[in-house]
Each structure stands twice: as structure tokens, then as C-alpha cells.
């Protein structure tokens, strides 16, 4: 999508832009492996020259790619006259007939054209015009520069680039490599969880992203529910963390699902790099990159679905992994749900913003009841809405109709503008404040 020049007072437009094939289909025949063409992350690279970078990877395979727009030329008017042409195409001919010789050759210098006897043609010969050759607005062409393959044995979770400009890293279950854009043949394994024996294995690496703006620190979240902080100079193997957040459970509130539900599915930093939101399967959580000790704001998203957890996870829905976003300013934070849903929560010092939104064609068409907790809209174009009781199978505390076949997983908040991008199903929903 591309962002049409609009008046300051109106809300952006988009309009499409252009579309690419990224990968294909494959069979890997060592290990009887489909792998599918389906994309699990995109990521913007660093633009120069009018061109666009971005990365992209689906399970085993992650390209480099570019996308420019390439400008047509063509002859908008030829002018010449066609009886002038006439004329001149006459004269041409008649001085290359005269100053020809045998083999293709030319007489010398001493016999030049003013020696050459020729007839002009009525009217005389007009002056020399030349066709006027403009540029054109082209279709966008996406052109893949790279492709960083045969390095994960598990299936890519995530890829972020660095603020260097010139390496990102890419995660699976259980290994974290580190890549230079320029080289595609290598790449160094800095985080490998792998015991010795997978029997002993205890958590498994859900996601990982660079600091915004420290390019030697990343981090990565588990399983288990923790969030380690690593720093690159340490050691070329980071295997030994700076930094962990988790938080303690509670005592006598284990129960079998207790794992399941505190996996982090998500983590983005905020943009100054202080502040790291993550998401489980109940609740958003903003951690202060400085405070360990556990995280500065709890945001209770799915707290009602706590007495569905065995319907939950019979239909496999507790394993839904879930994205989130910080707004620009850092001061709003969103993540997806189910029917088609996606929460607002201010995380400003004393806000008590919670703002439930549908990602729909027509997101106006019915009214949420007022929340237990108090809320402010994010914009007053923008209403709490849900869908009918009558397309969902139930509803939470608040009369809120949810529906599990339906869900939110990926949303992204413009990093300069309050505007957030929400997939649901095949669509995509451009929301503005």
C-alpha cells in the first residue's frame, strides 16, 4: 500500500501500490519436508535511492528484496511535420546516395558535401526537429537481491533488522543467527538453546528483535514466559543473558495450563528502546528495560476466556499466537483478539485508556456497553464496537460476543503516526486517529 498526498486536515488515503510473488512452494527431499510458501515476518530494511528494502521469510527461507519504481520512457510527440518529413527523408537520402562510394566507405575530407551535387527539395530544407522523449510513471518492480537459506533446522518465529543498516538476525525454536545483508552464504549462531539431550529441553525461543537504536543489544522471549536482554560484545556465543524480566508465580495458582497461557508470543521494543511490550495468551505487559524486578503495567486482555481454558485448548486456540505494538509517541499500546477484535490500552503515567475496536468494513454498526474500567477513545471517529451476539458463540463479563474462528493475529502501529494497520482473515484495515 502507498500513502496518497492528502490535505493535513483529512484523515490519509491508500492506494495500491503493487504486489510480489515472495516464495514458492518446496519439498526439502533430505528430510521429506513441505515447506510452505506462507510468509511468517516482514521486516523494512534501511531505504536508499527511491528503492525500498525489505526482508521477508517464510519457515526455512528468508529473501532480500527490492522495490523500485521504474520510469518509463516514451515519445510524447514526434514533431515533425509529414510533408516536412517527406521533404527531409528526400534530402537525406539524395546526400548519402551522392557521398557513398563502394565497400560502404566515404570519399576524404577534400571532397566534402560542398562538392556534392544535389537538388533541394521545393520549399528548401526545413530545420532539424527532434522527437521529445519523457519520462513516465511505471509499475513498481520488486527485484530479490538475496536469499539467506539452509541455516535453521526449525521454523523461522522472527527476523529484525539492525540499526547498523547491515545485519539482522533471524530465530527459530531454538537458535538465533546473526546475518550480514551482503552475505548470504553465512551467518554466526550467537543463541543456541539446544541441550544435549531433547529430552532435557525445557523452553523454546518464541521471538526476538534488535534494540532500536543499540546495535549490540537484542533481545529475545521464551516459553517459559521470560524475556532475556543480550549484549553481542559479551561473548560470540550469548548463551549467558545481561538481563532476564519474568515475573513470579504466584504461589498455589498452578494449574496445567499455567505454562501454556504464560508463553510470549510477541515482544517489540518501544522506539526509544527503553521500554520492551510483550504478549501472552491473557495479557499484555510493558517492561522498563532498566526495572527487572517485574513489569511497570499489567494489561488484562483475555482475562474473561480464563474459565474457557479447556475448551481453549481442546479446539487448539490457546496455542494462538498473538502480535503487538506500541504507538510512536509510547504512549498507547495494542494487540489483537478474537472476532475480528484488537485493544487500546494507554500506558501514560495515570491513564486508564482501554479502547476495544473491530477490525470490519463497517465498524459502526453496533455499540460495546459501557467497560468496568474507565476508558477514553483514541479518536472520536473511532467507536467501541463488536459483532452481533447472534454470530458469535458467546459472550465475556461485559456482553462482549467473541468468536474463535475469527482472530486478529497481526497488527502494526505507523511509527511516526497514529495509525495502526490490522490484518483479520484477507483484509487489510487502515485505522487513523
Known amino acids: 500500500m502507498e500513502k496518497m498526498d492528502t490535505q493535513p486536515s483529512r484523515h490519509p488515503e491508500f492506494r495500491y501500490k503493487t504486489e510480489f510473488q ?249 522506539k526509544d528502546g527503553r521500554y520492551i511490550l510483550s504478549r501472552n495468551y491473557m495479557t499484555l505487559k510493558l517492561w522498563d528495560i532498566n526495572m527487572d524486578s517485574g513489569p511497570v503495567s499489567t494489561f488484562q486482555v483475555h482475562e474473561y476466556l480464563r474459565p474457557k481454558l479447556c475448551d481453549l485448548y481442546e479446539n487448539d486456540s490457546i496455542f494462538d499466537k498473538f502480535e503487538c505494538c506500541l504507538s510512536g509517541d509510547g504512549l498507547r499500546v495494542a494487540t489483537g483478539s478474537y472476532s475480528n477484535l484488537f485493544r487500546v490500552f494507554g500506558c501514560a503515567p495515570g491513564s486508564s485508556e482501554a479502547t476495544t475496536l473491530e477490525a470490519s468494513k463497517n465498524p459502526m454498526r453496533k455499540q460495546v456497553p459501557a467497560p468496568a474500567r474507565p476508558s477514553r477513545s483514541i479518536s472520536s471517529s473511532i467507536q467501541r464496537v463488536v459483532r452481533r451476539g447472534g454470530e458469535s458463540p458467546g459472550a465475556d463479563a461485559n456482553g462482549n460476543s467473541f468468536d474463535f474462528t475469527t482472530k486478529l493475529l497481526h497488527l502494526a502501529w505507523h511509527p511516526s503516526e497514529n495509525s495502526i494497520a490490522c490484518a483479520a482473515a484477507n483484509s487489510l484495515y487502515m485505522y487513523y486517529a
Not at 536482554?229 to 504461589?251: G, N
Open 22 to 270: 515472495s516464495h514458492e512452494p518446496e519439498f526439502d527431499y533430505l528430510k521429506s519436508l513441505e515447506i510452505e510458501e506462507k510468509i511468517n515476518k516482514i521486516r523494512w530494511c534501511q531505504s536508499a535511492n527511491d528503492a525500498l528494502f525489505l526482508l521477508s521469510t517464510n519457515d526455512k527461507t528468508i529473501k532480500f528484496w527490492k522495490v523500485q519504481e521504474k520510469k518509463v520512457k516514451m515519445i510524447s510527440d514526434m514533431n515533425v511535420d509529414p510533408p516536412k518529413g517527406v521533404g527531409n527523408s528526400v534530402a537525406t537520402s539524395s546526400v548519402q546516395s551522392k557521398s557513398a562510394v563502394a565497400n560502404g566507405s566515404y570519399p576524404d575530407k577534400s571532397n566534402s558535401s560542398l562538392n556534392i551535387d544535389f537538388s533541394f527539395p521545393p520549399g528548401g530544407i526545413p530545420s532539424l526537429r527532434l522527437p521529445v522523449v519523457t519520462f513516465h510513471e511505471g509499475s513498481p518492480a520488486a527485484r530479490c537481491r538475496r536469499v539467506y537459506a539452509h541455516a535453521h533446522d526449525y521454523h523461522i518465529n522472527s527476523i529484525s533488522t539492525n540499526s547498523d543498516g547491515e545485519t539482522f538476525i533471524s530465530a527459530d525454536d531454538l537458535r538465533i543467527n546473526l546475518w550480514n545483508l551482503e552475505i548470504s552464504n553465512q551467518s554466526f549462531n550467537i543463541v543456541d538453546l539446544k541441550p544435549a539431550n531433547m529430552e532435557d529441553l525445557t523452553e523454546v525461543i518464541t521471538s526476538a528483535e534488535f534494540h532500536p537504536t543499540h546495535c549490540n543489544t537484542l533481545a529475545y522471549s521464551s516459553s517459559k514466559g521470560s524475556i532475556r536482554l543480550i549484549d553481542l560484545r559479551q561473548s560470540a556465543l550469548c548463551d549467558s543473558h545481561a538481563k532476564i524480566f519474568e515475573e513470579q508465580e504466584t504461589p498455589g495458582s498452578r494449574s496445567f495450563f499455567t505454562e501454556i497461557i504464560a508463553s510470549i508470543s510477541d515482544i517489540k521494543f518501544g
